[in-house]
């Protein structure tokens, strides 16, 4: 079993920035695929970024604003996300994907196998 915890999470105006992280523990392997969704109230899950040791990956909507990353030692993932837009709002999930390349199903939340609990990002206008 893997579990992980979210943090970082916050009230922001917009444009302005947030770092979330996602620390594992128990089973943990540096190998693993990790990923960021996101969910709007009403809305379903949504893909916002993943790695894996070689490839990173995000969606068309944060490019150039969020940027993904890990630290093996500390079993974290980081996501940056800059020039926040309040269409960023949501819960932010932290997932782990017990896979080591990365592949189209990586972009699916339902091939994740591990979640966090989510952490509230709320971007005002």
């Known amino acids: 079993q893997v579990q992980l915890v979210e943090s970082g999470g916050g009230l922001v105006q917009a444009g302005g920035s947030l770092r979330l992280s996602c620390t594992a523990s128990?089973?943990?392997?540096?190998?693993?695929?990790m990923g960021w969704f996101r969910q709007a109230p009403g809305k379903e899950r949504e893909f916002v970024a993943a790695?894996?040791?070689?490839?990173?990956r995000y969606d068309d909507s944060v490019k150039g604003r969020f940027t993904i990353s890990r630290d093996n030692a500390k079993n974290t993932v980081y996501l940056q996300m800059n020039s926040l837009k309040p269409e960023d709002t949501a819960l932010y999930y932290c997932?782990?994907?017990?896979?080591?390349?990365?592949?189209?199903?990586?972009?699916?939340?339902?091939?994740?196998?591990?979640w966090g609990q989510g952490t509230q990002v709320t971007v005002s206008s």
């Open positions: 997932a782990a994907r017990g896979a080591t390349m990365f592949s189209q199903r990586s972009f699916r939340p339902y091939e994740y196998d591990y």
């Open positions: 790695i894996s040791r070689d490839t990173i």
């Open positions: 128990g089973r943990t392997s540096s190998t693993y695929v």
